[in-house]
């Protein structure tokens, strides 16, 4: 069994810790910075970092790979295509790997970062800067269309998957969804569940995809009333998915 917690880094992160109890080996997923991990580590004798994760380049996830890399020998899984600090496997898409005894699949998901991959095992989704709660990744390197694509093929896993992105944008997702569906009553009731959650400074991660494709827009381009919210804003019509997921991108990119 492997037990699977946060170590908030920086403002906003949080650096998946994965702990596998029988062998006490630990794993964690884009370490932007070391020192929350060495600080766990210290604070958790006996337990030895055996494996890092990568999705993507951007230094808020790979900040800490170097020094913990030095530090406790641990191997280094990122995407073939970026630069990645002390990388020991290069990942591309349909890869899998064992780390902890799991196996991943390798999920390629331009759009955020060009080369921006996921880690998928049974129920469990690392998906870094792709999907959010409530809301999805920037586009720094990609194209609406190939984000769209990345989202689709997340979405696709089964609906019980726990979704562990890597920063508390929750809430700020949430009051932007809430304007594009001001009519959907799951996301209001999400809006009112987290916002007493982040006032007591509780966590809002992981999430389900269930609980996503009911609030998070980006998920949604599908439906009517995004299709005619965005329509209504930009005054088009028939918009293909990709072209709603482009103009909610765009608008979110100003909320
Ligand atoms: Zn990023």
Not at 106 to 117: A, E, K, N, R
Not at 143 to 168: G, I, N
Request: charged share 20%; hydrophobic share 40%.
């Amino acid at each position: 069994m492997i037990q699977i917690t946060a170590l908030p880094a920086f403002t906003d992160n949080y650096i998946w810790l994965l702990q596998d109890h029988s062998t006490q080996r630990c794993a964690v997923v884009d370490p932007g910075d070391a020192a929350p991990v060495q600080a766990w580590l210290a604070a958790h004798p006996g337990w030895v970092l055996s494996d890092i994760l990568i999705t993507h380049h951007h230094h808020d996830h790979v900040g800490g790979v170097e020094r913990l890399k030095k530090a406790t020998d641990a191997t280094v899984y990122g995407p073939a295509s970026e630069s990645i600090p002390g990388r020991d496997v290069a990942l591309k898409d349909h890869d899998r790997i064992s780390v902890l005894g799991w196996e991943f699949d390798v999920i390629q998901v331009p759009g955020h970062t060009l080369g921006h991959i996921a880690f998928y095992h049974q129920g469990h989704l690392f998906c870094g800067d792709t999907l959010f709660a409530a809301g999805c990744g920037r586009l720094f390197e990609g194209t609406p269309e190939q984000m769209h694509h990345s989202l689709s093929r997340l979405a696709a896993l089964p609906a019980d998957t726990l979704v562990y992105c890597t920063h508390e944008y929750t809430l700020s997702n949430l009051k932007f969804a809430a304007a594009v569906e001001p009519g959907n009553p799951d996301t209001a009731a999400r809006l009112e569940k987290v916002t007493a959650q982040r006032e007591a400074g509780i966590m809002t991660l992981p999430s389900t995809l269930a609980l996503e494709k009911l609030t998070n827009p980006f998920l949604r381009v599908d439906e009517t009333s995004v299709k005619e919210k965005v329509d209504e804003r930009n005054g088009t019509q028939n918009r293909a998915p990709s072209a709603v997921f482009a103009a909610l991108r765009a608008w979110k990119d100003k909320f």
